[in-house]
């Protein structure tokens, strides 16, 4: 039997917090974004977006509920649909889930673009560094030649042939006015984030409410299940998915408090 009390708050490798812990995901998720915010990836005020993200799946009871699979398989449908599909990336993303983030673009054939709050020269370079590190051959967001108008904040800053010209863009684990303006500029948006009540999930057309670890390999696993499908299937499950209730349906589950 494993001593969970022996189990470090502060391990120095991943691999050291057991698989069986109780606890596994929520160990591994502070270690990444602590590990990122000593990379220089991952913002301060990214460890206070995990506490709260941590909260909300403590209530959701830490697993991908029917109601987030479904969006996760429509997210992998409008993705391989789509004709520019772009994955954003901030600081909590990239220390999150960067190999998983490389491995979904690969399956729907996407770029993928670092877009930040807090964005420096250093940072976006360290973060383009990390992900090239977990695979990637190309990033983009460090040109940021282009707009979205509207927006009068750093996040505004994107490639002219990235964000600005996607037809459906990622957009995980942010809350704000950008999902807002990018919806005005009409583009399909896919947004991860674990309480459905943000602003960012109530615009999008596909809001996954699950935490990033889960989701983003499982629309992964839906992408290459679908890699074969026609057209017609793939519109067949983006028209039958209900973003209401897959906001709904999150709500209850927080709410209930039934774990
Ligand atoms: O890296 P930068 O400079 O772009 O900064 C990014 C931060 C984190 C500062 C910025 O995006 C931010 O402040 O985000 P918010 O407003 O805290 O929103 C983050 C949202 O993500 C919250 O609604 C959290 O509940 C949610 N969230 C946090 N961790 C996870 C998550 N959702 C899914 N999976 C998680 N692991």
Redesign the pocket.
């Known amino acids: 039997m494993t001593d969970y009390e022996t189990v470090s708050a502060d391990v120095d490798d991943e691999e050291e917090i057991p698989e069986d812990h109780p606890r596994y995901q929520d160990l591994l ?1 502070r270690h990444r974004i602590e590990r990122g915010v000593e990379k220089g990836i ?2 301060l ?2 460890m ?3 506490g ?3 909260a ?2 403590y209530l959701l009871g830490e697993e991908t509920i029917p109601s987030a699979d479904e969006a996760e398989r429509a997210a992998a449908a409008h993705l391989l649909l789509a004709e520019r599909p772009v994955l954003s990336i ?3 993303v990239a220390a ?1 889930v960067p190999g998983e983030m490389v491995e979904l673009a690969d399956a729907v054939d996407a770029d993928l673009e670092v ?5 420096t020269p250093e ?1 976006i370079e360290a973060i383009a560094d990390h992900l090239r590190e977990h695979g990637a051959e190309e990033v983009k967001g460090l040109e940021a030649d282009a707009r979205i108008p509207n927006l009068d904040h750093q ?1 505004a800053k994107v490639d002219a042939d990235g964000i600005y010209a996607a037809d459906v863009v990622v957009v ?5 006015d950008r999902a807002e303006a990018l919806e005005e500029m009409g583009k399909t948006e896919i947004v ?4 459905p009540l ?1 602003r960012s999930p109530r615009v999008a057309e596909v809001p996954i409410v ?4 889960r ?1 983003v390999p499982n629309v992964t696993a839906h992408a290459r299940e679908l890699a074969d499908a026609d057209e017609a299937e793939l519109r067949a499950i983006v028209d039958s998915f209900d973003r209401e209730n897959a906001l709904r349906t999150a709500e209850e589950r927080i709410r209930s408090g039934e774990l």
């Not at 877009?115 to 964005?119: H, S, V, Y």
Request: proline residues 3%; aromatic residues 6%.
């Open positions: 998720t991952t913002h005020q990214g206070h977006a995990e709260r993200g941590s909300f799946d901030n600081g909590n999150l877009n930040l709050f807090n964005r940072r996040r995980p684990l942010e809350d704000g991860i984030d674990l309480n943000s699950d935490n990033i670890i989701a």
